[in-house]
T-cell receptor, first 115, second 112 residues
Framework: GENVEQHPSTLSVQEGDSAVIKCTYSDSASNYFPWYKQELGKRPQLIIDIRSNVGEKKDQRIAVTLNKTAKHFSLHITETQPEDSAVYFCAASRSDTGTASKLTFGTGTRLQVTL | DGGITQSPKYLFRKEGQNVTLSCEQNLNHDAMYWYRQDPGQGLRLIYYSQIVNDFQKGDIAEGYSVSREKKESFPLTVTSAQKNPTAFYLC???????????FGPGTRLTVT
């Protein structure tokens, strides 16, 4: 089955700096890579996702890059703010039309944005 | 917090008792999922269902059971056979042909 590794497990940055979280996956057939943000005691919420037919996607201060050859993808947050502090999870799945998406999650990165 | 709901938010049970966690969605999603989250770990898939009356085991199904009698509902039973049931349980749903999964608020189960 799929295996997703995520690094680092904790990350502390100063407000305004950039943060980068990296994930690798094992199944070359995986084609969908979402990133979720989870605040303490809350539900995970999708912040950005990328499919295997593109190499990069941006949404304001957040971007995700995908390297299919190396089987890794990364989350980039620029101009970090205190409200970015949370746990971030990467995930991977292979989805075929008409089937459910079995997401395999990384172990999470706790991001702390300090003033 | 509409869309997908879970109840209760906190649940306490004695060891040896079965307990059922509720998950309801009004998003008209075909697929529903149950995940378990332990401290410092990612989410692990317990069971998933693509359509009514159909479900498949995920990566950690032992000690759990589910049913999908209605499109809107996907209850999870944690049985006494589950060795370490204390955890945060998250339900999710998605369109069967899409990928984005929407999560419920979770149920924190404590078994003593």
């Amino acid at each position: 089955g799929e295996n997703v590794e995520q690094h680092p497990s904790t990350l502390s940055v100063q407000e305004g700096d950039s943060a980068v979280i990296k994930c690798t996956y094992s199944d070359s057939a995986s084609n969908y890579f979402p990133w979720y943000k989870q605040e303490l005691g809350k539900r995970p919420q999708l912040i950005i996702d990328i499919r295997s037919n593109v190499g990069e996607k941006k949404d304001q201060r957040i971007a995700v890059t995908l390297n299919k050859t190396a089987k890794h993808f990364s989350l980039h947050i620029t101009e970090t703010q205190p409200e970015d502090s949370a746990v971030y999870f990467c995930a991977a799945s292979r989805s075929d039309t008409g089937t459910a998406s079995k997401l395999t999650f990384g172990t999470g990165t706790r991001l702390q944005v300090t003033l | 917090d509409g869309g997908i709901t879970q109840s209760p938010k906190y649940l306490f049970r004695k060891e040896g008792q079965n307990v059922t966690l509720s998950c309801e969605q009004n998003l008209n999603h075909d697929a529903m999922y149950w995940y378990r989250q332990d401290p410092g770990q990612g989410l692990r898939l317990i069971y998933y269902s693509q359509i009514v009356n159909d479900f498949q085991k995920g990566d950690i199904a032992e000690g759990y059971s589910v049913s999908r009698e209605k499109k809107e509902s996907f209850p999870l039973t944690v049985t006494s056979a589950q060795k370490n049931p204390t955890a945060f349980y998250l339900c999710a749903s998605s369109l069967s042909r899409g990928n984005e999964q929407y999560f419920g608020p979770g149920t924190r189960l404590t078994v003593t």
